[in-house]
């Protein structure tokens, strides 16, 4: 791929947007606008589920690891995609990096990033749409936007982008509000370094719990071995779940008698 940019690991957002364009919306034209928009965004992912590249895996971006560099994600999806995919993604991060942040109702690289299932198929647009994002140098106003108006789809890839993107905790209700959904894709997700890094010891052990009760491999909770060591409370929390799990006559997962609790 030529495309070359530097990608910081982290940005803060103080020259992007605000919150005052989603109150641009409340005009009947704008709403019309959106309403149109949204109805592409659907269509383009639902195309995106049946593309020939495979189907989605609920991984992180093209199956890279969660902690993996942007670099490293653009070299895989210069391995693995076709000539026209690659050449569509080069032409979106280059208008993304002329253009980016907030620009009206719609920026130009949100257009992208609905494009990008079928662009570049379902299993790499998760990655494509983390490029894009990176190269809009997306901070938490413009990344806020894009979850709240987005797909599932969109919103998970803002959830992949945060650790990435946002150097402290201003994006959390992002993920507050991933974890709040039974959505197992968005859970993984939301369940990135990101929340490793910045939920708090309440919220964070909830979202532990959350992935038992949804089917949400542990395994998918970053850095669990270093936040969980030591922690009576959730140790408390999991023997509690073991507990009525085994009354259940039900399976308990390794996690819950884990060493590291």
């Not at 009206?104 to 994002?133: K, N, Q, T």
């Not at 709240?148 to 969109?154: H, I, K, N």
């Amino acid at each position: 791929m030529t495309h070359s940019r530097t990608t910081p690991a982290a940005r803060t957002d103080s020259t992007q947007g605000t919150h005052d364009d989603q109150d641009r919306g409340n005009a009947p034209a704008q709403d019309a606008q959106d309403h149109a928009h949204t109805g592409s965004r659907a269509a383009e992912d639902t195309h995106s589920t049946h593309s020939t590249h495979g189907t989605h895996t609920g991984q992180s971006p093209s199956g890279t690891a969660p902690t993996s560099s942007l670099d490293d994600v653009r070299r895989h999806l210069t391995a693995h995609l076709d000539p026209a995919a690659l050449t569509w993604l080069e032409h979106a991060l280059d208008e993304a990096a002329a253009h980016p942040g907030v620009h009206g109702p719609i920026s130009v690289w949100e257009l992208r990033l609905a494009e990008a299932g079928r662009r570049c198929g379902a299993v790499y647009a998760d990655a494509a749409r983390v490029l894009i994002l990176d190269a809009a140098r997306a901070g938490t106003d413009a990344l806020t936007r894009v979850y709240f108006q987005g797909t599932a789809d969109e919103r998970r890839a803002v959830l992949h982008a945060l650790h990435h993107l946002v150097s402290g905790p201003g994006a959390l209700p992002l993920v507050e509000d991933a974890l709040r959904t039974n959505d197992t894709r968005l859970l993984t997700a939301a369940v990135g370094p990101y929340a490793a890094r910045h939920l708090d010891p309440h919220d964070w052990r909830h979202a532990v719990l959350k992935c038992l009760f949804t089917g949400v491999p542990v395994d998918h909770v970053a850095d669990l071995p270093r936040r969980a060591r030591g922690d009576g409370e959730l140790a408390r929390m999991l023997g509690d779940y073991a507990t009525e799990r085994t009354a259940a006559g039900r399976t308990v997962p390794r996690t819950c008698t884990a060493s590291w609790t």
